[in-house]
């Protein structure tokens, strides 16, 4: 109910409103910000404003500058590259275990020996080119940027199939959102049998006479699934718990954990999603640190000694201060907390936990806050089915600010087949993306401003600074910062990252009017 207003407006007006809309709020807003060295009033409006410009024809290489993998594994990238297609791709300093299809830009192979190897990556089409540095790491890391993708719980939660799965691929690409770095394509919970359900085709035997666990019928051919999400250059991923049953009621990982590790590397997971549900009542009552880790430990190792790299995401909702010995555990992200669903209109607060434990983060080891539910996503509370978000504009806004300064995984979990342009101006903002990928993998520190506005100021590898001035109170905001308290020298070019825009060089302090529950995102250089 308390976005009514907001949700019934918008889900009349947005698909009638759109270009001209866009145009004419541009035309009304950017003269107002290009004001170089003068505060930047007003910044957003409270429209659904989209801000991300569209992307351009000519080539933009984007994705991570650095890139984990261990060497002899299976490796597969999809170069993300926005620009018109057809693109012609070519690598420098491409390692011969490796090769490039040049018009689809996938390089395939097996990763080289232990070492680093510098490339070059070049796109031209008609209309341009463009080119971006990537290190390849090849080691015992993974996940040295958070990881981008895709999961399906909150859109379809017991409804998945392996259908709807090939879909969410085929709309990665189609929507842009792989050629700014998203890739993973996750199942959740429900791709196995379950003793009791409502459908009966998710009923029926839990494991074979070898002890093997058996798909249910929504997923007739999982190796078959994941080599069609390969063959787009996607990567696929995989979810079970440590007890006798998931979450959702279905077979889980117990006294099979190597044996089921086993069969999805051979079915071709790239990542796997590891819960705590039903493991609790094996624990007992008063689980020690010890009794939180040891499901996790087994399976980290188990996972280290397979012959694919799967990237490996704790769901244990935080307990036993996870993010003191996740990586311990070999383990990339863990969840920080329940599920984010249940408290959407608790964005802020989430995020502001989540940057108090902020040390704990870096390449290869990542606070997960939980998914970005904005688009249609299906209430949590009901599994319902997906509908449009109440979630105002600008608080979607500061939400996908928010988990890029936090340098959280960024983890779609809205309907695929339904992304309409705002949801993917917020998705995939490529200016924004590369603040949450950015090498150094700092998570943003937080210096309040007043009871109700905060900055998040994230260190960036190349010198640079990403700040969010962040309002949650209900009135628009003036929101200033000094370039001192940042301990920075004087004369910084400001950008705004979600306009894509310079607004100038600015001497010793910058200030912007920040919409209600919205942010205002940017990077100070030099
Ligand atoms: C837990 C997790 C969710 C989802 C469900 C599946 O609630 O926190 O992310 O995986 O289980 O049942």
Same mark, same amino acid.
């Given at each position: 109910?308390?976005?009514?207003?907001?949700?019934?407006?918008?889900?009349?007006?947005?698909?009638? *409103?759109?270009?001209?809309?866009?145009?004419?709020?541009?035309?009304?807003?950017?003269?107002?910000?290009?004001?170089?060295?003068?505060?930047?009033?007003?910044?957003?409006?409270?429209?659904?404003?989209?801000?991300?410009?569209?992307?351009? %024809?000519?080539?933009?290489?984007?994705?991570?500058?650095?890139?984990?993998?261990? %060497?002899?594994?299976?490796?597969?990238?999809?170069?993300?590259?926005?620009? &018109?297609?057809?693109?012609?791709?070519?690598?420098?300093?491409?390692?011969?275990?490796?090769?490039?299809?040049?018009?689809?830009?996938?390089?395939?192979?097996?990763?080289?020996?232990?070492?680093?190897?510098?490339?070059?990556?070049?796109?031209?089409?008609?209309?341009?080119?463009?080119?971006?540095?990537?290190?390849?790491?090849?080691?015992? +890391?993974?996940?040295?940027?958070?990881?981008?993708?895709?999961?399906?719980?909150?859109?379809?939660?017991?409804?998945?199939?392996?259908?709807?799965? *090939?879909?969410?691929?085929?709309?990665?690409?189609?929507?842009?959102?792989?050629?700014?770095?998203?890739?993973?394509?996750?199942?959740?919970?429900?791709?196995?049998?379950?003793?009791?359900?409502?459908? %009966?085709?998710?009923?029926?035997?839990?494991?074979? &006479?070898?002890?093997?666990?058996?798909?249910?019928?929504?997923?007739?051919?999982?190796?078959?699934?994941?080599?069609?999400?390969?063959?787009?250059?996607?990567?696929?991923?995989?979810?079970?718990?440590?007890?006798?049953?998931?979450?959702?009621?279905?077979?889980?990982?117990? +006294?099979?954990?190597?044996?089921?590790?086993?069969?999805?590397?051979?079915?071709?997971?790239?990542?796997?999603?590891?819960?705590?549900?039903?493991?609790?009542?094996?624990?007992?009552?008063?689980?020690?640190?010890?009794?939180?880790?040891?499901?996790?430990?087994?399976?980290?190792?188990?996972?280290?000694?397979?012959?694919?790299?799967?990237?490996?995401?704790?769901? +244990?909702?935080g307990m036993g201060d996870v993010w003191k010995w996740g990586g311990e555990v070999d383990a990339h992200s863990w969840r920080t907390g329940g599920d984010l669903g249940f408290e959407l209109d608790r964005i802020f607060d989430v995020a502001l936990k989540n940057a108090q434990i902020g040390q704990f983060n870096k390449p290869g080891e990542w606070n997960d806050p939980d998914y970005i539910q904005i688009g249609w996503i299906g209430n949590a509370n009901k599994m319902g089915i997906p509908e449009l978000t109440p979630m105002p504009a600008n608080m979607q806004y500061a939400y996908m600010s928010l988990w890029s300064l936090l340098a959280a995984p960024l983890i779609y979990s809205g309907d695929m087949s339904k992304l309409d342009p705002f949801t993917l101006?917020?998705?995939?903002?490529?200016?924004?993306?590369?603040?949450?990928?950015?090498?150094?993998?700092?998570?943003?520190?937080?210096?309040?401003?007043?009871? &109700?506005?905060?900055?998040?100021?994230?260190?960036?590898?190349?010198?640079?600074?990403?700040?969010?001035?962040?309002?949650?109170?209900?009135?628009?905001?003036?929101?200033?910062?000094?370039?001192?308290?940042?301990?920075?020298?004087?004369?910084?070019?400001?950008?705004?990252?979600?306009?894509?825009?310079?607004?100038?060089?600015?001497?010793?302090?910058?200030?912007?009017?920040?919409?209600? +529950?919205?942010?205002?995102?940017?990077?100070?250089?030099?």
């Amino acid at each position: 109910m308390k976005y009514l207003t907001t949700f019934i407006k918008k889900s009349a007006m947005r698909t009638i *409103r759109g270009f001209t809309i866009f145009v004419a709020i541009f035309i009304l807003f950017i003269p107002a910000l290009s004001v170089g060295a003068e505060p930047l009033k007003p910044a957003l409006g409270d429209d659904d404003e989209i801000l991300t410009p569209k992307p351009n %024809p000519a080539p933009r290489i984007n994705g991570p500058l650095v890139y984990g993998c261990r %060497p002899d594994h299976p490796f597969l990238y999809r170069i993300p590259c926005q620009g &018109e297609r057809p693109i012609h791709f070519s690598v420098k300093g491409l390692p011969p275990e490796l090769k490039l299809d040049p018009t689809a830009g996938i390089i395939t192979g097996k990763t080289p020996a232990k070492g680093e190897y510098s490339m070059l990556i070049h796109a031209n089409n008609s209309k341009g080119k463009d080119q971006r540095q990537f290190k390849l790491v090849a080691g015992d +890391q993974l996940a040295l940027t958070p990881p981008m993708g895709w999961n399906h719980w909150y859109a379809h939660y017991d409804r998945i199939t392996d259908k709807m799965m *090939r879909e969410a691929a085929i709309a990665m690409i189609s929507s842009g959102m792989a050629d700014v770095g998203y890739h993973y394509v996750n199942i959740d919970d429900c791709w196995m049998n379950a003793p009791k359900n409502n459908d %009966p085709l998710r009923v029926g035997p839990l494991r074979d &006479e070898q002890g093997n666990i058996i798909p249910n019928k929504h997923f007739p051919n999982m190796k078959g699934l994941t080599d069609y999400i390969h063959s787009t250059g996607l990567k696929a991923g995989i979810y079970t718990s440590p007890g006798p049953l998931t979450c959702g009621g279905f077979t889980g990982a117990w +006294q099979h954990e190597e044996q089921d590790a086993r069969q999805f590397a051979s079915w071709g997971f790239d990542f796997l999603k590891y819960d705590w549900c039903s493991y609790g009542d094996l624990a007992g009552k008063n689980v020690d640190l010890e009794g939180f880790q040891k499901p996790y430990r087994k399976m980290g190792k188990i996972l280290k000694s397979l012959d694919r790299d799967m990237v490996f995401n704790l769901c +244990q909702y935080g307990m036993g201060d996870v993010w003191k010995w996740g990586g311990e555990v070999d383990a990339h992200s863990w969840r920080t907390g329940g599920d984010l669903g249940f408290e959407l209109d608790r964005i802020f607060d989430v995020a502001l936990k989540n940057a108090q434990i902020g040390q704990f983060n870096k390449p290869g080891e990542w606070n997960d806050p939980d998914y970005i539910q904005i688009g249609w996503i299906g209430n949590a509370n009901k599994m319902g089915i997906p509908e449009l978000t109440p979630m105002p504009a600008n608080m979607q806004y500061a939400y996908m600010s928010l988990w890029s300064l936090l340098a959280a995984p960024l983890i779609y979990s809205g309907d695929m087949s339904k992304l309409d342009p705002f949801t993917l101006n917020i998705l995939c903002n490529p200016e924004v993306i590369e603040v949450n990928q950015d090498p150094l993998g700092k998570c943003g520190e937080v210096m309040n401003r007043s009871k &109700e506005c905060f900055l998040m100021v994230k260190k960036l590898a190349d010198g640079s600074i990403a700040v969010g001035l962040f309002n949650r109170g209900k009135n628009k905001a003036d929101i200033s910062m000094t370039w001192s308290e940042l301990k920075i020298s004087d004369g910084h070019q400001v950008r705004d990252l979600w306009r894509e825009k310079d607004l100038g060089v600015y001497k010793e302090k910058f200030s912007a009017l920040v919409p209600s +529950q919205g942010v205002v995102m940017i990077k100070i250089s030099k």
